[in-house]
């Protein structure tokens, strides 16, 4: 079946720091993935996705890196704020599969 | 624009009730899901809506219903709530189906006793 997941349950960092929250994927066909945020008592909101033709994709303050050689992802934060203190899930777009997520703290 | 709304934002559940989550949402978009959120876990698809009239199992679909009622609204109902359906249900849209990003709804608690 397709495993969505991410390498580590929980991420802290100090505020300013840039933060990187890894994820991997099984499914060789994949072609699109978006990193959803997810606030306390919220739904997720999205953040910012890449298609496989594409290595990396910039945002503010984010960027997403796509190996598909290893099929791994992962999404870069820089200066991390008390903001981005959420959930983070990555998925892919085709069928809806969402890994566990991964918590970030961002400590003052 | 309000996007996706849920109702109600909470509900506790006796086992054997009935209920229907509510969602709708403002986007002229498509496509409809329902998910649930289990503690310390992601999210698992329950129903989906390609489009108005269609409506398909997802991973978890035992349980429960679904109804597309037109392009703006999608409802999931529990027929016979039991423990296990103790969850955060959110549910989303989408311009269109698989491999387009979707917007969720801010999630409805149930806890069912």
């Known amino acids: 079946g397709e495993n969505v997941g991410l390498h580590l349950p929980t991420l802290s960092v100090q505020e300013g720091d840039n933060s990187i929250i890894n994820c991997a994927y099984s499914?060789?066909?994949?072609?699109?993935f978006i990193w959803y945020k997810q606030e306390s008592g919220k739904g997720p909101q999205f953040i910012i996705d890449i298609r496989s033709n594409m290595d990396k994709r910039q945002g503010q303050r984010v960027t997403v890196l796509l190996n598909k050689t290893v099929k791994h992802l992962s999404l870069q934060i820089a200066a991390t704020q008390p903001g981005d203190s959420a959930v983070y899930f990555c998925a892919r777009g085709q069928n809806f599969v969402f890994g566990p997520g991964t918590r970030l703290s961002v400590l003052p | 624009n309000a996007g996706v709304t849920q109702t109600p934002k909470f509900q506790v559940l006796k086992t054997g009730q009935s209920m229907t989550l509510q969602c709708a949402q403002d986007m002229n978009h498509n496509s409809m899901y329902w998910y649930r959120q289990d503690p310390g876990m992601g999210l698992r698809l329950i129903y989906y809506?390609?489009?108005?009239?269609?409506?398909d199992k997802g991973e978890v679909p035992n349980g429960y219903n679904v109804s597309r009622l037109n392009k703006r609204e999608f409802s999931l109902r529990l027929e016979s709530a039991a423990p296990s359906q103790t969850s955060v249900y959110f549910c989303?849209?989408?311009?269109?189906?698989?491999?387009?990003?979707?917007?969720f709804g801010p999630g409805t608690r149930l806890t069912v006793l």
């Open positions: 499914n060789s066909a994949s072609d699109y």
């Open positions: 809506s390609a489009s108005e009239g269609t409506t």
């Open positions: 989303a849209s989408s311009e269109a189906g698989g491999g387009d990003t979707q917007y």
